[in-house]
């Protein structure tokens, strides 16, 4: 969760952080939620926390069926 993901985004792919994307090289944002309040999307980030990697590839490819890097859209 952030409330600037083209700053998280650049954190992500600079590795200024440990966790998956520095451990897996994993740098394209290929999907994303907007909610609109921190409650609101800590509680979808924890659902989502707890599902299988297959239900996660299906809600990426209903949306971002080429898993486009969507970072690119944001940046201008």
Do not use: C
């Amino acid at each position: 969760m952030t409330n600037d993901l083209v700053r998280r985004v650049s954190e992500h792919s600079q590795e200024v952080t440990e966790g998956f994307s520095k451990k897996y090289k994993s740098h394209r944002l290929v999907w994303y939620e907007v909610h609109d309040n921190p409650e609101a999307a800590i509680q979808r980030e924890k659902q989502i926390k707890k599902w299988e990697r297959a239900w996660k590839t299906r809600e990426i490819e209903k949306k971002n069926p080429y898993w486009k890097d969507l970072s690119e859209d944001l940046n201008g």
